[in-house]
């Protein structure tokens, strides 16, 4: 079965620390990954996907097939991260896409 | 360019009641979406639309139908709303060999 895990519901860290958003993947075959981000009571915004293999607002993710998992990483964390960021897979067929259950990142000075 | 428009923002049903949400997308895509996002839940696929003309069931279709009126709009009816209905419906698009959606800003329906 596909299926997107998000281990963590809510990360908090300090303004300049490293960030590390966790995304585990089951799927057969080779997967679409996605990150997408949702600012307070917004909709969601395509952050990165994995065939693009770009750094936007300093985040990147790298595809690990072997340990399955498709992490968000940006090294310096800014006030501006605070928000819902979710995991996403393109289901088996191409029609949808299939969501984790998000992590909060909260980013305090 | 407006993208994915979603009416009305917010909504308060009592039990029993049916409303339509309505969604509409300016982008010319041919795929479009109903994901109902509840919390610690994600987002759950409801219904979704590959074509115009052609419908097919999510993960959690039960008490809801769609209607794809046209290339633009995708609908989506509560036809007896349930306070499990209760949740934040956001639409979706997209375009054919694209793998990213577009999403609209949300409908906030509470049913009491």
């Known amino acids: 079965a596909q299926r997107v895990t998000q281990p963590e519901k809510l990360l908090s860290v300090f303004k300049g620390a490293p960030v590390e958003l966790k995304c585990n993947y089951s799927?057969?075959?080779?997967?679409?990954l996605f990150w997408y981000v949702q600012y307070s009571r917004q909709r969601l915004q395509l952050l990165l996907r994995?065939?693009s293999r770009e750094s936007i607002k300093g985040f990147t993710a790298d595809l690990n097939k072997g340990e399955t998992s498709f992490h968000l990483k940006k090294p310096f964390a800014q006030e501006e991260d605070s928000a819902m960021y979710y995991c996403?897979?393109?289901?088996?067929?191409?029609?949808?896409?299939?969501f984790g259950k998000g992590t909060t990142l909260s980013v305090s000075s | 360019n407006a993208g994915v428009t979603q009416t009305p923002k917010f909504q308060v049903l009592k039990t029993g009641q049916s409303m339509t949400l309505q969604c509409a997308q300016d982008m010319n895509h041919n795929s479009m979406y109903w994901y109902r996002q509840d919390p610690g839940m994600g987002l759950r696929l409801i219904y979704y639309s590959a074509s115009e003309g052609t419908t097919d069931k999510g993960e959690v279709p039960n008490g809801y139908n769609v209607s794809r009126l046209n290339k633009r709009e995708f609908s989506l009816r509560l036809e007896s709303a349930a306070p499990s209905q209760t949740s934040v419906y956001f639409c979706a698009s997209r375009a054919t060999g694209v793998r990213g959606y577009t999403f609209g800003s949300g409908t906030r329906l509470t049913v009491v």
């Open positions: 996403a897979l393109t289901n088996q067929a191409g029609t949808a896409l299939i």
């Open positions: 799927y057969s075959g080779s997967p679409e």
């Open positions: 994995h065939i």
